[in-house]
């Protein structure tokens, strides 16, 4: 799963689109503002950070940082888009006003595959981020390697930020009920949508979709290209609970967390923010 994907990431197409993409998502832009005035003496790596949308928020912002990615295609997009060629700055276009950037320290920018961090020491960085989904593209035992990992990077109290795929989300796009309105133009599109959604998907039914903590399905983005790790909410919040306390859920939608795991928000978003510290 994992190569398959990593191949796909080296595609010049997803390159681009990576590439040109600049806002931060509504969670993260609430995420950012709670942190903000932790941020300049922190440390902070970030995690498969494609063609740089959210290296341009933060590395004006924190103290020192780090950001990696497996796809070497990726990292030499991000070093284009923010003028420096390997750690060295020659100039940038960075959104941050010049009085943000003066005196800015480079960034590190890294081919690094999550699952082995062994380049970094323990307990050597403040704030975790691996954000739009990075984490949903390995196998559930390496997505286990990358919490263990992550937990060992982090100093205790560091924070940790990741958004994944929502099973229960793209439960209600496998229901073709749900794709039927009284625009046939849209009704058409989506059942189209709904049908190739189910081809790619053809081994998995409605109830493994309800009974299941996790499951890898192809999902349209990239033309169903990608295999994606989607899980339960729940399930997630479990499975960070051997290093990683308290956990904030975040609809990607929304600047702040649900205040249980049965808020109704939860529902359809297809794929939510979590956020937690270190233990
Ligand atoms: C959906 S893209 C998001 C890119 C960027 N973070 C953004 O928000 O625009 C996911 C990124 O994670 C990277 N990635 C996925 N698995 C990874 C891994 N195991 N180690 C490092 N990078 C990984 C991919 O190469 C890709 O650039």
């Known amino acids: 799963m994992a190569d398959r994907n ?43 950070v494609g063609g740089g949308r959210t290296t341009q928020h933060f590395w004006p912002r924190v103290g020192d940082y780090t950001g990696i990615d497996y796809s070497a295609e990726m990292i030499a997009a991000c070093r284009a888009r923010l003028g420096c060629s390997g750690s060295t700055l020659a100039g940038s276009d960075l959104a941050a006003p010049p009085s943000a950037r003066a005196g800015l320290k480079a960034p590190n920018l ?44 982090g100093k205790p109290g560091a924070y940790f930020v990741f958004s994944s795929h929502n099973l229960r989300g793209i439960a209600q796009a496998f229901d073709y009920r749900l794709h039927l309105s009284f625009n046939p133009l849209s009704a058409y599109v989506d ?41 339960h909410p729940a399930a997630q919040v479990e499975q960070l609970a051997f290093g990683f306390r308290p956990i904030e859920v975040y609809p990607w939608t929304q600047r702040h967390p649900v205040k249980s795991l049965e808020d109704p928000a939860l529902a359809s978003p297809l794929w939510l923010y979590y956020l937690c510290q270190v233990l």
């Open 6 to 48: 990593q191949a796909a990431y080296a595609r010049p197409s997803l390159v681009r689109y990576y590439g040109q993409l600049h806002q931060l998502q509504p969670a993260e832009q609430g995420i950012l503002e709670r942190l903000k005035d932790h941020l300049p003496a922190m440390a902070m790596l970030d995690i498969g």
């Open 110 to 153: 890294a081919v690094m595959d999550a699952r082995d961090l062994s380049a970094f020491t323990d307990h050597s960085f403040d704030l975790i981020w691996f954000s739009f989904n990075g984490l949903d593209y390995v196998s559930h035992a390496d997505r286990l390697q990358v919490l263990r990992e992550v937990h060992r990077v």
């Open 191 to 231: 059942l189209v949508m709904w049908g190739l959604l189910r081809w790619f998907n053809r081994g998995i039914q409605m109830s493994d979709l309800a009974q299941s903590d996790h499951l890898i399905l192809r999902d349209e983005s990239h033309n169903f290209a990608l295999q994606t790790y989607y899980i």
